[in-house]
C-alpha cells in the first residue's frame, strides 16, 4: 500500500553514496518525518558518473549503485520504514559513450539499417552531401586528417570484432567494410574460410538500406561471419596472425586507414565542428548526450521498461521526469505515461517562466517546484532596495543594469555558438519549405537563418506545445509566438515583415504540410536549450545586481512579492495542481535555499552593503592582475562570499572559475582562458589570505547570520505546509551553505544528523535556539511539521483549504499567516532587518478555540493576539488546535 504522501527526500547517487547507503539512512528520513525516498536516476549511467543523468542502459539498475540486488534490499528497507520511492527518470536523452551504451554502438556499425536507429533522433536525411546517411561524431581532439596523421587513430581486433580506438574513444566496424581486408588475410594464408567471410561481408545489405526485410538479414548475417571469424582466429593461428598483420599494416599506412574509416556509418571530427555542424539532436549542447524519440512507441518501452514494471509491482510510488520540454511532444508523452502507470503520482521539470501556466493537458501532478522556490523567496525580498542596488551595480561595475537585453544577447550568443547545428539544420529545412512556396522561394539562406535565430533569441519561454496530432493552438502559444516575431521584427528591422509573418504563421501550423509541421515540431525543441543554455547559464551568471533573484525559472527583475500576491499564488496552485512538488533547493540550484535566505537581507539595507563593497574593492585592489578580474566579477565574488561565509578558497575558487565560464566573457568551457583564470585564483586567494579583508568581512557579516536564519526557517516551514508537497534536498534539514553543483553534490553527514535528531526529543525550544550554530532550529522546524503533517494528513491533503489569515497593525506587512485544513496555522516573519524585533501593535486573530504552537510549545486561546507573544519564544510559529475534549 503506498504510503500518504507527507514530504520527499532527494538523495543524490553515486558510486560514493550508493542504493545501500541509501537504505542505511532510510530509518534517519523516516524519524524525520520523510514520507517518500527521491533518488536521482538509478539505471545504469556511463562509468563514473556522478550524477547519473547520463544513462546508456534503462534496461538494469547502475552496476556502480549495487545494481538489482541492492535496489531490492532499499525497497525492503523502506517497507520497513513505511515509506515509498519516487525514481528520477531520464526520458529526453542517452548518453553515447561508445560500447557502453549497446543502441548507439549498433546505430553506429549498422547506419540506417540498425534496429535502434530510429531511437535516437538522427537526421539521416538532411546530412551534408560530403558525408551522406553518416552520424557525425565530433569527439577528435584536434582535424581528423591531423589526428589520423599523428596515428592516434589505430585499428583494432578481438573476438571477432574490429574496433576504432582514438584515446579514451572506441568505435565499431561496419562489417560490410572488411571484405578487402579479409581477402588480404585469404591470399597472405588460403584459408578458404577467410575467403568466405571476405565474400559474406561484400554481399550484407548497405546500411542505408533500411527496409525491414534487409536489415534483418543484415544483422542476421553480421552475426555469422563474427562469429565464424572470432573462431577460425582461435582456432588457427596462422588466420589470427594474417588478420594481425593486415591491422598492423592499415595502421601504418594513413591512406589505408582513411580508407576503411570512410566506409563506416559515422564521420569522425574535430570536437569543435559540433556547433555547427552534428546530425543529431543533443541535451542542450552536450555532444554526449543525444536526443531520443518518446514518441515511437516502441522507444517509450524499451526506456520505460524498468521503472513501469516497478510502478506496477508497487516498489516504486512515483516518477519525476527530466526535462520533458526536450521531447517532441510532451503532451503525448505524459498521456501515455500516464495511461502505462495509473495512480503513479508524476511531476515534471519544467521550468515555468514568471506568470506561466503548467499547460492544461499534462495529465500530471505538477512540476518540481522552482516556480514555488522563486515565488516564496520574493517574500524575503524588500522592493525598497531595488533602485539603490540597481544604481550600486551600475556603479561598480560600468554596465547598465538591463536585464532584458542581456538574456536577447546571450540567448543570441549561444544559438549561434552552442547550438549552431540545432539552428543549422532548422536553416535547411526552412530553405526546403520555402522551395516549395512560390512566394518566398527567393529569400536567401541568410535571411532565413536569421529570421529563426532572431525569433528564438525573442522568444519569452521555453517553448511552445503546438501539436499536429491535436490540430489546434493554445491561446497561450499563440500570444508567445507573436510576441517573439513582434521583437524579433523591432530587434531587425532588415528581415522582412512577411517574412516574419509567414515564420509566424508555420510555428502557428496555419500553413499545412509535413515539412511545415516539422519546422514547427523542431523549433519547439530548439527554444527550449537557447533558454537553458542562454538564461540560466549565462545572462544569471553576468547579471549581479542580487544574485539570489538568479536562480531557475526566476526573473532577477522582479524584485519580490506582495503578502496578498503571494497568497493568490497558493490559491491557484490549490485549485489546479495541489500535489506538485514544493522544493527551495535543489541538485541544479545556482545557491542552496540557506545561502539565498541571507543575500536577500542585502535588499533591506543597500546603503550599508554598498558602502562595504566600496570599502572592499579598495582594499583588495592589490591583488588584481592588471584589470582583472573586472569589477563585474568582483561584485559577484563579494555576494558569494557573504552568502557562503564560511568558505575556503578550494571551495570558492572552483565556483568563480565556473561562474566566469558560464558567462563566456573572459572564459568559457569550450574556449578557457588560463590567464584570466589564474588571475581570478590568485584574486581569490589573495583576498582569503588577507585578514584586514576577512575581519571586515566577518563584521559586516554578524548581524545577517541570525536574520538570515529566521529567513531559512520561515521559508522552510511555509515549504512543509502550502499547498503541494515539500521535498527536503539532502542534507539541508541543518544550515546548507551550498553553491552550484558540483559544490552542492559534497557528501552529507547523515550520522550526525540522525544523532541530533535524536537530542531534539529531550530538549527545549530554549535550549534548541542555543544551539543555533548545529542546525538544530531548521530541523526541529522540519521534524515538527513533518510530524504534524503525519498526524493529520486530513489538514494538508489536495481538498483541505488554504485560509489566508489578516494580520493588522503597523507592521503588518512583515508577517505572512494562513490556515491549513481546519487546524494548522502558520505565522512566519518577513523582512525582518527592517522590522527590527519590534512588532508594535501588529496582530493576528487566531480562530475559536486552544492552539498549540509545536515550536514553542506554548498554548494560546483563540482570540486577538499580539504577534509579538506567538513569536516571542521562536523566530516562526506552527500552531495546532488541540481536540476538544468531551
Not at 336 to 354: D, F, T, Y
Not at 756 to 784: C, M, N
Amino acid at each position: 500500500m503506498q504510503p500518504e504522501r507527507t514530504a520527499t527526500c532527494r538523495l543524490q547517487l553515486h558510486a560514493g553514496f550508493t542504493l545501500d547507503d541509501a537504505a542505511r539512512v532510510t530509518p534517519y528520513l523516516a524519524r524525520l518525518g520523510v514520507s517518500h525516498l527521491y533518488l536521482s536516476p538509478i539505471l545504469q549511467a556511463v562509468h563514473g558518473s556522478t550524477h547519473g543523468y547520463d544513462v546508456v542502459d534503462p534496461s538494469r539498475v547502475n552496476d556502480e549503485l549495487g545494481g538489482e540486488p541492492a535496489r531490492q534490499r532499499l525497497c525492503a528497507a523502506l517497507e520497513q520504514a513505511g515509506m515509498g520511492l519516487v525514481l528520477d527518470i531520464v526520458p529526453n536523452h542517452m548518453a553515447v559513450a561508445g560500447a557502453q551504451n549497446p543502441w548507439w554502438w549498433n546505430v553506429l556499425e549498422n547506419g540506417p539499417s540498425s534496429p535502434f536507429a530510429m531511437y535516437f533522433d538522427v537526421d539521416w536525411e538532411s546530412s551534408e552531401e560530403r558525408w551522406p546517411n553518416k552520424v557525425l561524431l565530433p569527439v577528435l581532439g584536434d582535424h581528423y586528417g591531423r589526428i589520423l596523421e599523428a596515428g592516434e587513430i589505430r585499428l583494432q581486433y578481438g573476438d571477432g570484432l574490429f574496433e576504432l580506438a582514438c584515446h579514451e574513444h572506441r568505435f565499431p566496424l561496419d562489417p560490410s567494410s572488411l571484405n578487402d581486408l579479409l581477402h588480404r588475410a585469404y591470399r597472405a594464408t588460403g584459408i578458404e574460410l577467410l575467403g568466405f567471410l571476405a565474400e559474406s561481408c561484400a554481399r550484407l545489405p548497405q546500411p542505408w538500406l533500411t527496409a525491414r526485410d534487409a536489415a534483418s538479414r543484415r544483422h542476421r548475417d553480421q552475426d555469422v561471419i563474427r562469429q565464424l571469424l572470432d573462431n577460425t582466429t582461435r582456432q588457427d593461428p596462422a588466420a589470427a596472425a594474417a588478420i594481425e598483420a593486415e591491422v598492423e599494416q592499415i595502421n601504418t599506412r594513413p591512406d589505408a586507414l582513411d580508407a576503411l574509416i570512410e566506409k563506416q556509418n559515422y564521420r569522425l571530427a574535430w570536437w569543435r565542428t559540433a556547433g555547427r555542424d552534428l546530425g543529431y539532436r543533443r541535451f542542450f549542447d552536450i555532444n554526449d548526450l543525444a536526443g531520443l524519440r518518446q514518441e515511437q512507441e516502441e522507444v517509450f518501452e524499451a526506456v520505460h521498461a524498468l521503472p513501469l514494471r516497478w510502478v506496477e509491482e508497487g516498489s516504486v510510488h512515483g516518477l519525476r521526469i527530466d526535462h520533458p520540454d526536450g521531447m517532441r511532444d510532451p503532451g503525448q508523452y505524459f498521456s501515455q505515461l500516464s495511461r502505462a502507470c495509473p495512480g503513479a503520482w508524476i511531476v515534471a521539470e519544467k521550468i515555468l517562466e514568471p506568470g506561466e501556466q503548467l499547460p492544461g493537458d499534462w495529465p500530471i501532478a505538477g512540476t518540481t517546484g522552482y516556480d514555488f522556490l522563486n515565488r516564496v523567496q520574493g517574500l524575503f525580498v524588500d522592493p525598497v532596495g531595488e533602485a539603490p542596488l540597481t544604481r550600486l551595480f551600475e556603479e561598480l561595475t560600468g554596465e547598465h543594469a538591463d536585464y532584458a537585453g542581456l538574456v536577447y544577447e546571450s540567448k543570441r550568443q549561444v544559438l549561434k555558438d552552442l547550438l549552431g547545428s540545432e539552428l543549422n539544420r532548422l536553416s535547411s529545412l526552412f530553405v526546403d519549405i520555402c522551395e516549395l512556396h512560390r512566394r518566398h522561394r527567393d529569400y536567401t539562406r541568410h535571411e532565413l537563418h536569421l529570421a529563426l535565430l532572431e525569433t528564438a533569441s525573442c522568444f519569452p519561454v521555453y517553448r511552445t506545445y503546438v501539436s499536429p496530432r491535436e490540430g489546434s493552438v493554445a491561446a497561450t502559444d499563440v500570444d508567445y509566438v507573436d510576441a517573439a516575431i513582434h521583437q524579433a521584427g523591432e530587434r531587425r528591422p532588415e528581415l522582412d515583415s512577411e517574412l516574419l509573418q509567414f515564420l509566424r504563421d508555420l510555428l502557428l501550423l496555419r500553413i499545412p504540410g509535413e515539412r511545415e509541421n516539422e519546422l514547427a515540431l523542431r523549433f519547439q525543441q530548439l527554444t527550449g536549450p537557447a533558454m537553458a543554455k542562454g538564461v540560466e547559464d549565462t545572462a544569471l551568471y553576468r547579471f549581479h545586481r542580487l544574485t539570489a533573484l538568479n536562480e531557475v525559472g526566476g526573473d532577477p527583475e522582479r524584485f519580490g512579492i506582495s503578502v496578498d500576491a503571494f497568497h493568490e499564488a497558493c490559491a491557484l496552485v490549490h485549485a489546479r495542481h495541489p500535489e506538485t512538488m514544493l522544493t527551495t533547493s535543489t541538485h541544479d540550484t545556482k545557491r542552496s535555499e540557506d545561502v539565498r535566505a541571507r543575500l536577500v537581507l542585502l535588499s533591506e539595507i543597500p546603503d550599508a552593503w554598498a558602502k562595504a563593497t566600496r570599502s572592499w574593492m579598495r582594499h583588495n585592489a592589490r591583488y588584481r592582475s592588471g584589470d582583472w578580474p573586472e569589477p563585474a566579477t568582483e561584485y559577484l565574488y563579494y555576494q558569494t562570499l557573504v552568502g557562503a561565509w564560511p568558505i575556503d578558497a578550494e571551495r570558492m575558487t572552483a565556483y568563480m572559475e565556473k561562474a566566469a565560464r558560464e558567462a563566456k566573457q573572459y572564459s568559457s568551457w569550450t574556449h578557457p582562458q588560463e590567464d584570466y583564470e589564474q588571475a581570478l585564483r590568485e584574486f581569490v586567494r589573495g583576498t582569503l589570505e588577507d585578514a584586514g579583508f576577512r575581519n571586515a568581512l566577518e563584521s559586516f557579516l554578524q548581524p545577517l547570520i541570525g536574520p538570515g536564519r529566521t529567513n531559512s526557517l520561515a521559508q522552510t516551514l511555509i515549504k512543509l505546509t502550502a499547498p503541494g508537497v515539500p521535498d527536503l534536498y539532502q542534507g539541508s534539514e541543518l544550515w546548507d551553505l551550498s553553491l552550484v553543483d558540483p559544490d552542492n553534490r559534497r557528501p552529507v553527514d547523515f550520522v550526525t544528523r540522525a544523532r541530533l535528531l535524536e537530542e531534539l526529543g529531550h530538549l527545549t525550544p530554549a535550549q534548541i535556539s542555543a544551539r543555533a550554530d548545529e542546525g538544530l532550529p531548521k530541523q526541529w522546524v522540519v521534524h515538527q511539521a513533518l510530524t504534524l503533517r503525519h498526524r493529520h494528513p486530513e489538514w494538508f491533503r489536495p481538498d483541505a483549504a488554504y485560509t489566508p489569515l489578516r494580520v493588522t497593525g503597523e507592521r503588518a506587512g512583515h508577517a505572512v499567516a494562513y490556515l491549513r485544513g481546519e487546524g494548522a496555522l502558520v505565522l512566519v516573519p518577513r523582512l525582518v532587518l527592517g522590522l527590527g524585533g519590534d512588532w508594535r501593535d501588529t496582530r493576528l486573530g487566531l480562530p475559536p478555540g486552544v492552539w498549540h504552537n509545536r515550536l514553542s510549545g506554548e498554548t494560546f486561546e483563540g482570540g486577538d493576539r499580539l504577534v509579538a507573544e506567538l513569536l516571542d519564544a521562536f523566530p516562526v510559529a506552527l500552531l495546532e488546535r488541540e481536540e476538544e475534549t468531551a
